[in-house]
């Protein structure tokens, strides 16, 4: 039976947005299910309502965002580090920068990479993402809210961009228990704002505010692979809020 819920998930590295967009939570769903079964035909099985193609899943809202990855970029190196490494002094930087003379470098490390913001000067040789620190993320969804507890707990390595790699990797029992929600809060926020890419039709047939920012995206999973439709997009890097 399809119900309301909420799902809250620590991370325990940094992780790196797509434009200040974190993935819906159908997206995180789909890579776990592809993770399980291995299969493509069977990626889209995922334990969430579904209204024609757009599944009821939010975006990730963070919570309690840091200053840092609201008003400036963060530059990744990229660059596999053991646990040991992780002291700035063990980090091999490009010969044009020099983090001891460089005050505009803060680490903000992971296990496996490490993050340096820069001055545009500074940047040759960095990989320019919009990132942050590990994070606490929240997600609105409908449907069935232990078995997507559960299908992430089990088969999610990390969220975001270069999840592969370590970064927004899920820190251990950081996939929290759903809690019920008096209301499905997955497409259209108790602020009335989107809160997940969804076409301008559907957005309509829900009663939302034409006024809202557009754009031609995917809005279903594998979205590096589906059609693009115009869609309401949701507030970059959503704040979480005690509805």
């Not at 334990?47 to 840092?68: N, W, Y």
């Not at 829900?206 to 031609?216: F, I, K, S, Y």
């Not at 059609?227 to 809020?241: D, F, N, T, Y």
Request: a negative charge; charged letters at 20%.
């Amino acid at each position: 039976m399809d119900e309301p819920f909420q799902l809250r998930i620590r991370l325990r590295s940094p992780v790196i947005f797509s434009g200040f967009h974190l993935p819906t939570l159908d997206a995180v769903l789909a890579a776990a299910r592809y993770r399980q079964t291995g299969s493509l035909a069977e990626m889209l099985d995922i334990p969430l309502k579904r209204t024609g193609d757009v599944f009821h899943g939010s975006v990730a809202m963070v919570v309690d965002p840091p200053a840092q990855i609201l008003q400036s970029r963060l530059y990744v190196l990229y660059r596999a580090l053991r646990g040991q490494d992780m002291d700035i002094a063990g980090v091999q930087f490009p010969k044009t920068i020099d983090p001891a003379r460089d005050e505009t470098f803060q680490v903000v490390a992971s296990q496996y990479a490490t993050y340096f913001t820069a001055a545009p000067a500074t940047k040759r040789g960095l990989g320019a993402r919009s990132a942050g620190p590990a994070l606490t993320l929240v997600y609105d969804g409908c449907g069935d809210g232990e078995a997507c507890a559960a299908l992430l707990a089990d088969f999610l390595l990390g969220i975001g961009k270069r999840a592969g790699r370590g970064f927004g990797e899920i820190a251990p029992n950081g996939v929290g228990d759903p809690m019920e929600r008096e209301a499905d809060y997955s497409l259209k926020g108790p602020d009335g704002n989107p809160r997940r890419p969804i076409p301008v039709t559907l957005w309509a047939a829900l009663g939302g505010a034409p006024d809202q920012a557009t754009e031609e995206v995917s809005y279903y999973p594998p979205y590096n692979e589906s059609p693009r439709s115009l869609c309401v997009m949701p507030p970059a890097l959503m704040r979480w809020e005690a509805a």
